[in-house]
């Protein structure tokens, strides 16, 4: 090789390796840049205890073919010699096991163990509890109602192997109608259940549309519910409050030994039950009004909310025991519906031995109602005005008691009993159906009863009856008192009793039949109107008797008597018969304590003549018994003297003679044979009498007739005996015998003489 080639080929060979060390030179410069970029950007440099950083990290617990849960973490750092890792952005998705839940955890930072699984969260903890339909039907349908129920807490700790995580901290949840606190919770993943260890508070909205508003906006009232511990079970929807419980408002309050909330698939309160619980604590819900307080207990209490918040109903199950300012009731189950909207009674049945009391103090008047079955209906149902019991009844036999303000205790029953109420709630009228009964007891009176088929009470604001009317064969008794009537009207203030429609009123010695007869009962009155008829009946003691073996039938057109004093006074027609005695008059008066009959107006009687005796012989026996009709002004007749007083135009006669004058008595024997029927046995005139028999016509100061021998005896003034035949006698004293027409004439001085005359037949 020449030597100016080879001086070439060493000038391109240094070329080329100064190209390549500037090439190489290049490369390195560009991987310091690169190194230095990287280093600049990258995270700082682990600290000595720490081993490895990943960018993610992810894992399941998996039972056979179903995923029980999914951790996710967005970073995982691993601590050196401690096997335990640091999560970040930690999220797990519970599914449960059977896969309908949705449950989603979420907090910044966790430590998880790698020996056992557990992983401690001890920052902020959102848990976020919902089913697997509704996560599902929220992705498809932006605009559906969200049904999660939200819990916010702190310091987590997650067991991977149970799938339980707990807290000892402070623990917040919300859901669609409320909100709940309490200290300390524990969450089981697998049953999607939820705890509050202690101190548990749930605090639920209730309200009522308002009208017109938007989206039926609501008027929210708060709940506020106290207890020791809560469980919320997202699957079974129900939230479970152990006590001692309390559920306050504004003016209620529900005490309760355990409380369970059933949620509707949307997570709204649906159904509220109130129990007794481990404690035994009977649920008594209270209620403040403007009059005291009010209380209902039970074993069991369920109330039922709509979807829209304001409760459909309420039912109260064992021992029911209500309470209020000025009532009481008891019985073994009840239901309460309420107005939609206001969240006011509408409508409460009550059933099983039901027992309701009144009372007000004020006034010292009660009143209690019996029966197996009660229905009571309230007005209402417009927000901003109370509501008002209207009416209530039972729906079987029904018994009432009341005791008004002066002591007296009343009694009513029937197949079915109604109540109305005025417009503030005030009791006004009670109604009767169906086999009525009734008692009333009076201080120092005997026992009144009644029956009828129906009946109505009218009430005074006060709580005491007014008025009482029964309907349909009404019977009335007090003691040997009785009476009957299709209807009777019963007023307390004026105390008395109106029995109308074929009315009958009986006592021990009496019956009085009328169109209505009125009884007074403080007074002892008693009237009787239109067609009055009486019964005196035959051989009690304290009647006026004409004959002692058949009853005294009066009638006449009005009746006012005295129970207290005896006393009867019969006018208008009035007519009173006993055997073949008669008497007429405007009015007939029977005094029972002096046993004393007084007759006034137009008085007209017919009376049985005293029959001589079988033994009798000569010319007395001939006569046979006769009636005698009696006319006068008045007539009084004593019993216990069996005499008769008549004056005022007085007239005596029988078929053969009359006997006139201004007064007149007449005397009655109890007569043999004639079943003791009263007969005349002697009549005694004075004041002007006239004697007349056929044509005969005697006049006298006084006249004596006797019907044992038939004879006339006049005397006083000029006694004078005209015969049409004989002419004129006169004497000091006259005396005729109808039956042999004999007359006696006494001079007045000391001789007699006989005289004979034929009188004409």
């Not at 707990?166 to 949840?173: D, E, I, N, R, Y």
């Not at 009791?427 to 009333?440: D, I, K, Y």
């Not at 009085?512 to 008829?533: H, L, S």
């Not at 109890?670 to 056929?694: D, K, L, N, P």
Request: neutral net charge; contains cysteine.
């Amino acid at each position: 090789m020449k030597r100016s080639e080879a001086a070439r080929y060493a000038r391109w060979s240094a070329l080329l390796a100064l190209v390549l060390a500037g090439i190489t030179f290049g490369i390195y410069l560009q991987r310091q840049w690169v190194a230095h970029v990287e280093k600049k950007n990258a995270p700082p440099s682990l600290p000595e205890d720490k081993e490895r950083q990943s960018i993610g990290l992810t894992f399941s617990k998996v039972d056979g073919n179903r995923t029980i849960f999914t951790l996710q973490a967005s970073k995982s750092t691993d601590f050196k010699g401690q096997n335990i890792s640091l999560l970040e952005d930690v999220k797990i998705t519970v599914f449960g096991k059977t896969g309908d839940r949705n449950d989603v955890i979420h907090t910044h930072s966790c430590n998880y163990s790698r020996g056992d699984g557990a992983i401690q969260c001890s920052g902020e903890v959102l848990m976020e509890l919902q089913s697997a339909a509704a996560a599902e039907r929220a992705r498809q349908e932006s605009s559906s109602a969200p049904s999660v129920v939200r819990v916010e807490t702190s310091a987590v700790t997650f067991e991977r192997a149970t799938g339980q995580a707990q807290t000892v901290a402070p623990v917040k949840f919300s859901f669609p109608d409320g909100s709940g606190e309490g200290l300390g919770a524990v969450y089981f993943s697998e049953e999607g259940v939820l705890r509050l260890v202690k101190d548990a508070r749930l605090n639920l909205q209730t309200g009522t549309p308002v009208a017109g508003a938007k989206s039926q906006g609501t008027t929210s009232r708060e709940v506020a519910v106290r207890g020791n511990s809560l469980e919320f079970g997202k699957n079974s929807r129900t939230v479970v409050m152990e006590g001692p419980v309390t559920a306050t408002t504004e003016a209620q309050q529900l005490t309760a030994g355990e409380l369970v909330l059933i949620l509707d698939a949307q997570n709204r309160a649906q159904t509220l039950v109130a129990t007794p619980g481990a404690l035994g604590e009977l649920p008594e819900a209270t209620s403040q009004s403007a009059q005291g307080k009010n209380s209902l207990k039970a074993e069991k209490l369920t109330c039922h909310l709509t979807p829209e918040r304001w409760i459909q109903s309420i039912e109260a199950e064992g021992n029911v025991q209500g309470s209020s300012p000025t009532e009481t009731l008891r019985a073994e189950r009840g239901e309460l519906e309420m107005w939609p909207r206001v969240n006011q009674a509408k409508l409460l049945t009550l059933r099983g031995n039901v027992l309701l009391q009144t009372q007000d103090a004020k006034v010292g008047t009660s009143r209690n109602l019996k029966t197996n079955a009660l229905q009571m209906a309230f007005q209402g149902g417009k927000e901003g005005q109370a509501s008002h019991l209207r009416h209530a009844e039972t729906l079987e036999h029904g018994t009432t008691e009341w005791v008004d303000a002066a002591g007296a205790h009343s009694k009513l029953e029937a197949d079915k009993l109604a109540m109305d109420y005025d417009g503030s709630g005030k009791a006004q009228l009670m109604t009767a159906t169906g086999s009525v009964q009734t008692e009333r007891e009076l201080k120092g009176r005997p026992t009144q009863t009644a029956s009828a088929s129906r009946g109505t009470v009218k009430l005074e604001p006060t709580g005491e009856w007014s008025q009482m009317n029964l309907q349909g064969n009404v019977r009335l008794k007090e003691a040997d008192r009785t009476a009957e009537a299709q209807q009777a009207a019963f007023a307390r203030a004026a105390q008395t009793a109106v029995l109308t429609g074929q009315a009958v009123a009986r006592d021990a010695s009496s019956e009085t039949r009328a169109p209505k007869i009125t009884f007074w009962q403080a007074t002892g009155d008693v009237e009787a109107e239109g067609g009055v008829r009486s019964t005196e009946f035959s051989g009690q003691t304290g009647t006026v008797n004409l004959s002692s073996s058949v009853p005294a039938n009066i009638t006449a057109d009005h009746l006012q008597g005295n129970s207290k004093t005896g006393r009867a006074l019969y006018t208008g027609h009035a007519r009173l018969w006993q055997g073949p005695s008669v008497l007429e008059a405007d009015s007939i008066e029977l005094l029972r304590g002096t046993r004393v009959m007084n007759a006034v107006g137009n008085v007209r009687g017919v009376f049985q003549q005293e029959t001589t005796g079988p033994a009798a012989s000569g010319p007395a026996a001939k006569k046979q018994p006769a009636l005698w009709h009696v006319n006068s002004g008045t007539l009084t007749y004593w019993d216990a003297e069996s005499r008769a007083h008549l004056e005022k135009n007085v007239v005596v006669q029988s078929e053969d003679q009359r006997m006139r004058g201004p007064v007149l008595d007449l005397f009655f024997t109890r007569g043999e044979g004639t079943g003791g029927a009263s007969q005349i046995s002697r009549a005694v005139g004075t004041g002007g009498v006239i004697v007349e028999q056929g044509e005969r016509r005697g006049t006298a100061e006084k006249g004596v007739y006797t019907a044992a021998d038939q004879k006339f005896v006049l005397s006083g003034g000029k006694p004078t005996l005209f015969d049409p035949e004989q002419g004129t006698t006169s004497g000091r004293e006259l005396t005729f015998f109808l039956a042999d027409d004999t007359i006696m004439v006494d001079s007045g001085n000391g001789s007699r003489t006989l005289t004979k005359h034929r009188v004409q037949r």
